[in-house]
């Protein structure tokens, strides 16, 4: 969950690495620091906080030619200078994203005897496990096939040495790429930190380390042996990582989403999913809250029993798998270490299928099969367009099971090809509509419930996710009829609630819990199709959707909950791009 990036060339290096630092903030921003060779001798600086405090110490005129950088979400010890990377111990400086295990009982071995320790971090630790290795063999790349050996979890490193001017590198379970440029080359976390310098990249694969100089790349394989090299090129432009006069990132990858969805769903899905009897659909998060609108699109078109399960609990419970069941993973990043580890599980007994929006991410490259949701770079912590090319995917994979087996009539068919015609346009729409006086009268509350029931409640979950994540008020989503099951009773007057009506054989059922919350004092907000408000009589506040089919509502309902989201998080003035304690990329488990 930590950014990592680093240069060797001809360059001044320290513009490189904190460019590279501003474009993985995303990832973490905890605190941030670098290290630099000049005159012979390794430099570091670190800040706590944002990587605009760290840029206001730097002084951009050093000559330097080899420098790491770092941007952190903090894991182990507190988010201070002392625990920030870069760490050094001995003759080695390294940056670390991910998590060493076992560095707890590394740290009590006899090796690490003569080590005293300044900060709470495993990566100091696994540091000087490299510098004791490095002291033995007095080579490099001899430590690292020894450290790759001892370190237990997940790791990527970009590491420099005393009296050394190359840039080294090491990895498994955490994502790292290797930038070619022209007499210069480049380690980062992501693409994106080294777009404005080249669009020419290296995949690391788990168990590799590298030794990387201006004109020079040496990947050594998990079996130590150098490996042949493969350049692969990133398709997009430097522009996706620009807010394009946006006001934030969030706001922009929200008026993408049209364009998503046709990217999305004119994918062609070579699955057959009439092998199966049973899907497990394993995500977080808001793919997680994706996975549930699937599982009531795909039990319905596919007569196929779903489950959806929260990636970190699945590993660790007993499961039913064979041959007969398919495994769905989602994810946008393609790095989520909980829902990895699931997919590496489910690989020894059954298929696996990766729904994922990044090209090469480890699920992509663990996977059996795999389908890209084609959303583009999405910079925002808080998800919005990939989420919606999940549900989009889902959507296809749905409708296309659902023409297989005659579950969809022709008649019907051609209604919905419509519909997929007029989405784009009706996401627009939506878009361009004011939320500002809805967000007033949301953004002062302590507390706000969203009800909704089947999809609609999937649909819920996910409005309830983006509000607390980018404004921090308090909110949980629940089943429309489950509310009275004891949550009730923290409804008082003025609670805010948002439901989500779009079913019209249980609107009626929805709109009866609402009049209990109603009597209550609650304040109302309903989100309900143009079919349907008639039906809707005791909400103080309505937002109309165009009805379009069942497989396709899920995508338009969404899209007045991020807005509102939005609106109240920028009335309470909250860092919406980077909401506190969070991350994009969840590499730790």
Request: glycine share 6%; hydrophobic share 40%; net charge neutral.
């Amino acid at each position: 969950m930590c950014g990592i990036v680093g240069y060797v060339g001809n360059k001044k290096a320290l513009p490189v690495l904190i460019e590279g630092l501003k474009n993985l903030e995303y990832r973490g921003y905890d605190s941030a620091g670098i290290a630099y060779l000049n005159n012979n001798k390794i430099n570091i600086i670190k800040e706590k906080g944002k990587i605009v405090n760290l840029e206001n110490v730097v002084d951009f005129d050093i000559e330097s030619s080899l420098g790491i950088g770092h941007t952190r979400w903090a894991t182990h010890g507190e988010a201070n200078k002392t625990n920030s990377h870069p760490h050094k111990v001995g003759s080695i400086t390294l940056v670390h994203n991910g998590i060493i295990e076992n560095y707890s009982e590394l740290k009590k071995e006899m090796i690490l005897n003569d080590y005293t320790f300044k900060s709470e971090t495993d990566t100091e630790v696994g540091c000087a496990v490299i510098d004791y290795y490095y002291k033995k063999t007095n080579n490099i790349i001899e430590t690292l096939s020894i450290v790759k050996k001892i370190f237990i979890g997940s790791y990527a490193m970009g590491i420099i040495v005393d009296n050394d001017n190359k840039l080294y590198a090491i990895k498994n379970k955490s994502p790292l790429i290797i930038g070619v440029g022209d007499q210069e080359n480049y380690i980062a976390s992501d693409v994106p930190a080294i777009l404005k310098y080249t669009n020419k990249y290296i995949l690391l694969d788990d168990l590799e380390y590298a030794c990387i100089n201006k004109d020079l790349i040496n990947i050594y394989d998990k079996n130590n042996n150098i490996k042949k090299i493969e350049i692969l090129t990133f398709s997009g432009s430097a522009e996706v990582i620009t807010k394009n006069n946006y006001e934030h990132f969030m706001l922009k990858e929200m008026n993408e989403q049209p364009d998503v969805f046709l990217n999305t769903f004119n994918n062609e899905i070579d699955v057959d999913f009439s092998k199966y009897n049973k899907i497990d659909i394993v995500a977080c998060g808001s793919a997680y809250h994706a996975g549930m609108v699937g599982k009531v699109l795909i039990e319905e078109y596919a007569n196929i029993p779903v489950n959806v399960e929260i990636a970190s609990e699945y590993r660790y419970k007993k499961l039913f798998l064979n041959k007969k069941t398919l495994v769905i993973v989602i994810t946008q990043s393609g790095e989520t270490a909980d829902t990895l580890a699931a997919l590496e599980l489910a690989n020894n007994y059954c298929d696996t299928l990766a729904i994922v929006n990044v090209v090469g991410s480890s699920i992509a490259r663990s996977a059996k099969k795999v389908i890209y949701t084609k959303a583009g770079i999405e910079i925002a912590v808080a998800t919005t367009k990939g989420y919606l090319a999940q549900v989009a995917l889902l959507s296809k994979i749905a409708l296309n099971i659902g023409v297989k087996n005659n579950k969809i009539s022709k008649l019907e068919y051609k209604k919905i090809l419509k519909d997929i015609e007029q989405i784009p346009s009706l996401i627009k729409e939506l878009l361009n509509r004011d939320y500002t006086t809805l967000a007033s009268s949301i953004y002062k509350s302590n507390d706000v419930y969203f009800l909704g029931r089947l999809i609609d409640y999937a649909t819920c979950l996910e409005g309830s996710l983006k509000l607390k994540e980018i404004s921090y008020i308090h909110s949980e989503a629940y089943a429309a009829g489950e509310l009275k099951h004891g949550t009730i009773s923290l409804i008082e007057k003025n609670t805010s609630i948002i439901s989500v009506i779009t079913n019209e054989l249980i609107a009626e059922k929805t709109v009866s819990n609402l009049k209990e919350v109603k009597a209550r004092g609650a304040k109302i907000l309903v989100i309900t199709t143009d079919d349907l408000t008639h039906a809707v009589d005791c909400a103080d506040n309505i937002i109309c959707i165009p009805k379009v089919c069942d497989l396709l509502q899920p995508i338009l309902t969404t899209i007045p909950l991020q807005c509102i989201s939005y609106e109240v998080a920028k009335l309470k003035g909250c860092d919406i791009d980077k909401p506190k304690n969070l991350a994009k990329s969840v590499t730790v488990e």
